[in-house]
């Protein structure tokens, strides 16, 4: 099973458009790993928590898809 530890350096989030950006470092497999990305959020995370469920989900989600390569994470 695949180990990740991440730590959310920036994150903003546009009420309008309903997007949370986020940018987040940490090592996957012993590997380190920088993203930076947007995903739908229906309403403001709020608190510290939240946020870092919010991006739990969406790099475990980023990390299933393969690489240009073909590579699976």
């Not at 940490?26 to 991006?55: A, I, Q, W, Y």
Request: proline fraction near 4%; aromatic fraction near 10%; charged fraction near 20%.
């Amino acid at each position: 099973m695949a180990t990740m530890e991440f730590k959310v350096v920036a994150a903003s989030y546009d009420a309008a458009a309903q997007l949370l950006s986020y940018t987040a470092t940490g090592l996957r497999n012993g590997l380190k790993f920088t993203v930076s990305s947007r995903v739908k959020c229906l309403k403001d995370p709020g608190s510290k928590e939240r946020l870092h469920m919010v991006v739990l989900i969406a790099l475990t989600d980023h990390f299933k898809r393969p690489s240009p390569s073909g590579f699976r994470w």
